[in-house]
């Protein structure tokens, strides 16, 4: 008896672990199937921070970010495996998905100094308990080149209770893509949508004011940031709050107002910044599309 209750606990465990991981890499995966999660460094504000002035894991996120056609196939390789993980035919090769895209970012995370290790070492340990009914049949079949059996049916309370707990992993898994899909599109398009023409980066042409001289311009005008960057010739990268007056084409600082007039990709803005007057003029850097040359 003691046995029984042994095996039907181990089962309803082993159940637990391969539905919680299920949910969890279907989570991992839909802030990049929905390309939310390095949204931030594709803001202009971002392309003016020097490669050698970033950290090893924000190198890592501008990678990320830099290919929106990998990040939503990473993405989607992870939900691919928590969707294999619903159903008994196929939790074998949901195990084997989720555990290979978990060893990828377990090798990225602590070879570029992410701090977030944990989680995904956590989900790759389950990845490897739920596979591991399976690991002397894989051994078989792989390399012993035997013969391999089914696998029994697990203990549990029976047919109709299997199915209905299917049904509900598979419903737990449509509220969390439901949810993520619906947060990650509002998010992205709040990243993404221009709120202002003056959206983008800008070269310095010339510089009328005392202090170091305007490099660069970043102007990050959407709803979700709304930033001003500036880089000096000292290399000096000043960041601040903006906040922009259309109806007056005035820009609202944190400690400066600056009116600006613009014309097609020209900018040319005056007033005081950090407490010295400016009559700065700019153009328009246009950014590189996503087009490729392959040979």
Not at 129 to 145: E, F, Q, Y
Not at 225 to 243: I, P, Y
Not at 251 to 263: A, G, I, M, V, W
Request: aromatic residues 6%; hydrophobic residues 50%.
């Amino acid at each position: 008896m003691n046995r029984e209750r042994l095996a039907l606990a181990s089962g309803w465990a082993y159940t637990a672990v391969r539905v919680l991981l299920s949910l969890a890499m279907i989570a991992f995966g839909m802030v990049k199937v929905v390309p939310t999660q390095f949204i931030t460094f594709t803001l202009p504000g971002a392309m003016l921070v020097p490669l050698g002035d970033s950290s090893p894991s924000g190198m890592l996120w501008k990678f990320m970010a830099t290919s929106t056609p990998y990040t939503v196939i990473t993405g989607a390789v992870e939900v691919l495996g928590g969707l294999l993980l619903i159903f008994r035919r196929t939790t074998l090769l949901g195990a084997l998905v989720s555990a290979v895209a978990l060893v990828q970012v377990s090798i990225l995370n602590l070879s570029y100094g992410v701090p977030v290790i944990l989680t995904p070492l956590l989900m790759l340990a389950m990845a490897l308990v739920v596979a591991l009914p399976w690991w002397s049949r894989l051994l078989d079949v792989l390399i012993r080149n035997r013969d391999s059996v089914a696998l029994p049916e697990p203990p549990a309370a029976g047919r109709r209770r299997r199915r209905a707990g299917t049904l509900a992993h598979l419903a737990a898994a449509a509220v969390v893509i439901a949810a993520m899909g619906a947060n990650g599109i509002r998010s992205y398009n709040d990243y993404t949508e221009r709120i202002s023409p003056l959206d983008g980066v800008w070269a310095v042409d010339t510089y009328e004011g005392a202090g170091p001289r305007w490099v660069r311009l970043a102007i990050d005008a959407r709803p979700a940031a709304q930033h001003l960057a500036v880089t000096r010739d000292t290399g000096e990268l000043l960041t601040t709050e903006l906040s922009i007056d259309a109806a007056t084409s005035r820009l609202r600082l944190d400690d400066s107002t600056l009116d600006y007039r613009q014309h097609d990709s020209t900018l040319r803005l005056t007033g005081e910044f950090d407490g010295t007057p400016v009559d700065i003029t700019l153009h328009r850097i246009p950014l590189r599309g996503e087009a490729r040359d392959f040979r």
